[in-house]
């Protein structure tokens, strides 16, 4: 196995190849780099089979559905991604292969809900930000959980040999690995605290928001990339006011029920696996821009916005309300719970 950091920076981005069979994949690619990766491809002689992040970045812009532009590799991501550009949804306990190599899909949420470490070759973990070397990643973000976090480091992370390496996504002091028993001895978020202690730890970081924090989550749960549509600060999304499926479902249910249901995903997941709910109406969140006049009649009904996770649908939602309609919510959990709880779809 040929393996290595691409980024020498504080965010770190992963090559994991078997050289022999000339096939890759990168983790965590960034943006920026794009250009050193298909030229360490290229010299290399390597194609990529996939693309992944560990999660859903709220620090960089995520350069998996450009390079899958750009070189036809999927794109794969945890089955709670809101990504709309994914290509396959993985689960805990999944199994990838680059040529030869394998890699275990660990599903360890808790920094964000999509959060997962990738276990390569059976002697390295790739761990994102769920931990850190001598750090854990914090769990403040929407949808972060500094109790999931613990469960996840303490019954997956923490059960591999004590001899695997540990690569997380990100290193503010200059290390580049380390193992899971050292940082099962010696880490000073977790090692030997109690569930309970460890919450209380991670509720008091009062850390600054990441800079470009808006800017980036725009494009990497949304693939909004338009300067006509203004990100909703943090303040605004989590005033969305968010429903159950069950309410949705019998809201539709009521006889003359006025509501008006927006699914904002694109075409190929509003017909695909998932579905799509009866009467709902597609407006993929990039195209809300170019339906404004259309909308316009809907401005005092109640509308529910939908997509695949919760989270596109309450951009949409926080979108909407600032462009002054009145009586917005989200369905939250999106088309997952929707399924889950086995209510009707349609897929034409
Ligand atoms: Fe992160």
């Excluded at 190599?101 to 070759?121: Q, R």
């Excluded at 924090?213 to 969305?240: C, G, W, Y």
Aim: hydrophobic share 35%.
């Amino acid at each position: 196995m040929f393996f290595t950091e691409l980024n020498n920076l504080q965010c770190k981005s992963y090559l994991i190849a078997d050289l022999d069979a000339g096939k890759a994949a990168i983790i965590d690619p960034i943006y920026t780099n794009i250009d050193r990766y298909l030229g360490m491809l290229a010299y290399h002689k390597l194609t990529l089979d996939f693309v992944a992040d560990t999660h859903t970045h709220a620090d960089h812009r995520s350069a998996c559905t450009a390079i899958k532009r750009l070189t036809g590799c999927n794109v794969l991501m945890h089955k709670l991604s809101p990504q709309p550009n994914v290509d396959d949804h993985y689960t805990d306990g999944d199994m990838l292969s680059v040529g030869a190599i394998k890699i275990k899909v660990l599903h360890t949420p808790g920094h964000t809900p999509d959060s997962v470490s990738f276990y390569v070759n059976e002697d390295r973990v790739l761990t994102g930000d769920v931990i850190l070397i001598q750090g854990t990643g914090r769990a403040d973000f929407a949808g972060g959980d500094a109790g999931d976090q613990y469960d996840a480091i303490t019954s997956k992370l923490f059960t591999l040999p004590e001899e695997t390496l540990v690569f997380p996504a990100h290193d503010y002091r200059g290390n580049t690995q380390s193992t899971i028993g050292a940082e099962k001895e010696t880490n000073p978020r977790i090692a030997g605290k109690t569930r309970d202690e460890y919450i209380e730890i991670m509720d008091n970081l009062n850390l600054p928001l990441p800079e470009r924090i808006q800017e980036v989550l725009q494009i990497n749960q949304s693939e909004i990339d338009d300067d006509r549509i203004k990100f909703p600060l943090l303040a605004e999304l989590n005033k969305v006011l968010q429903m159950e499926p069950e309410l949705v479902k019998s809201r539709i249910d009521q006889a003359g029920a006025d509501t008006v249901m927006f699914d904002v995903r694109e075409l190929h997941e509003f017909n695909g696996e998932l579905g799509h709910i009866k009467n709902s109406r597609l407006i993929p969140v990039a195209d809300i821009p170019n339906q404004l006049e259309s909308l316009e009649v809907f401005k005092d009904k109640e509308i529910i916005l939908i997509c695949r996770s919760g989270v596109r649908s309450t951009t949409a939602a926080a979108i909407l309300k600032g462009l002054g309609f009145s009586n917005v919510n989200n369905m939250k959990d999106g088309m997952l719970k929707w399924n889950e709880l086995g209510y009707p779809v349609e897929r034409s």
